[in-house]
């Protein structure tokens, strides 16, 4: 499949401190994909350095399989939406979605045409003569968009342009984002920090820590098979306990040793032993193959959040089933949500 963007042994550093170490990326023409991690990880600077607006230590960066690491980012058919909108208050929305057609100077009729075309897309049709400043934030982040996309960018870039808006409005945006994405078939790269986003959206999801990538796949297999203890515990809620591999497909944890399906591991090889809260069964206490006690309950709407103490770790369960602070309950794991990791230095 063809690459819209590829990252070749990027390097990046400002100053002595290292902010990208020897990143490789491909990223497929007509994708979603998100770049995922904490603050500082170095997602945004990679989106810059996409953009052109920061140069690359080392290393190229190629859009369409032409080397661009050195080309100024007016120059690139890439456009960028960031958080802060920075639309123009003294013109109203279509001036707005125009401004870039009218800087190339492209004939009236069309700049008439591709604008009311965009409105369309972003569902914002008849807004063309409001002011800017009398929109809600939703609103402006779709005029946003639709300034970005008017001059057909082969990719756009997002910076986390939904964190200024309210829960509900940024659940409904996500919906929107990939309609429009889907709807104009280009590239998009989208950097977050919120996990919800990058799992609702995307088609692909980077993973960064400390400037280096942890993992890239899709959302379902970044949620469901973690590479590392980071991944899982950033995407997700995750108990993650120490553990012992004595052989293939055992593992040994809290006190016992249970079946998994793991194997490859050096023998008696310490581990980090991943398992998600809603994979564990909670049950009597003469039922389960460990035994604790609750410490603590969470309602949090669709199901309960239970923090039960087994002596040597406390884990958190989330169960439709409710049980009072205090009880003693029996906990099950099943072989297949048992997740075992090498130990990392993120571990």
């Known amino acids: 499949m063809d690459h819209s963007i590829e990252l070749m042994d990027v390097y990046k550093r400002f100053g002595d401190t290292e902010v990208l170490q020897r990143m490789n990326l491909a990223i497929k023409d007509k994708e979603f994909l998100t770049l995922l991690g904490p603050s500082g990880c170095g997602k945004t600077t990679t989106l810059r350095l996409i953009a052109g607006f920061e140069t690359p230590t080392d290393g190229k960066i190629l859009l369409h399989g032409e080397d661009v690491s050195r080309v100024p980012a007016h120059k690139r058919s890439v456009n960028t939406v960031f958080q802060k909108y920075a639309l123009f208050t003294h013109m109203n929305v279509f001036e707005n979605i125009a401004f870039g057609l009218r800087i190339k100077k492209r004939p009236e009729n069309e700049i008439k045409e591709r604008v009311h075309e965009m409105l369309r897309l972003v569902n914002l049709k008849g807004f063309e003569n409001r002011r800017t400043d009398s929109l809600s934030g939703g609103q402006q982040q779709r005029i946003a968009i639709a300034r970005a996309l008017v001059n057909e960018p082969d990719v756009l870039l997002l910076d986390e342009p939904l964190g200024a808006l309210d829960l509900k409005l940024r659940q409904g945006m996500q919906r929107e984002l990939k309609r429009i994405q889907e709807s104009v078939g280009i590239t998009f790269v989208y950097v977050t920090h919120e996990q919800e986003e990058a ?149």
């Open 199 to 347: 799992l609702t959206m995307s088609d692909t999801v980077v993973v960064m820590n400390e400037g280096r990538i942890q993992q890239i796949g899709t959302p379902i297999d970044i949620y469901n098979e973690p590479e590392n203890a980071f991944v899982a515990d950033f995407i997700g809620e995750s108990n993650i306990i120490d553990g012992v591999m004595p052989d293939d497909f055992r593992v040994v944890f809290s006190g016992r040793e249970f079946v998994c399906v793991d194997n490859g591991f050096a023998k008696n090889e310490a581990v980090d032993v991943v398992v998600r809260p809603e994979d564990i069964e909670i049950s009597a206490p003469e039922h389960g193959m460990l035994k604790g006690r609750v410490s603590s309950v969470v309602f949090k709407g669709v199901h309960y959040e239970m923090m039960v103490d087994t002596g040597d770790f406390t884990y958190m369960i989330h169960s439709i089933v409710e049980r009072k602070e205090g009880d003693t309950v029996g906990l099950s794991i099943i072989p297949e949500y048992i997740h075992i990791m090498r130990k990392t230095h993120v571990s």
